[in-house]
């Protein structure tokens, strides 16, 4: 069974950075596209960004120029940079593969943007 462990998200103010990492364990890693994901409350959990085997990224518009994915397969990792955080960014933040597996949801990790 694949598993993914967040870590890495806080308390950060408007226009501060933070950096999230994700784990994965149980299966061939390298092979497959990974996103970052988040759900705020009261909202449908939605892709942040994602990144394929080969290293292509995309990303949803309202993270475009501030926030950055990568991966380390060696690792079975997966990052997010966010820089010039948001008090609209405040979420909880998973890794999934990309489209997500089902079922293989973390915990996640919380971001809130305050100040």
């Known amino acids: 069974q694949v598993q993914f462990v967040e870590s890495g998200g806080g308390l950060v103010q408007p226009g501060g950075s933070l950096r999230l990492s994700c784990g994965a364990s149980g299966s061939i890693f390298s092979i497959y596209a990974m996103g970052w994901y988040r759900q705020a409350p009261g909202k449908q959990r939605e892709l942040v960004a994602a990144i394929g085997s080969g290293l292509l990224t995309n990303y949803a518009d309202f993270v475009k120029g501030r926030f950055t994915i990568s991966r380390d397969s060696a690792k079975k990792m997966v990052y997010l940079q966010m820089n010039r955080l948001l008090p609209e960014d405040t979420a909880v933040y998973y890794c999934?593969?990309?489209?997500?597996?089902?079922?293989?949801w973390g915990q996640g990790t919380q971001v809130t943007v305050s100040s």
């Open positions: 999934n593969r990309a489209p997500a597996l089902v079922g293989s």
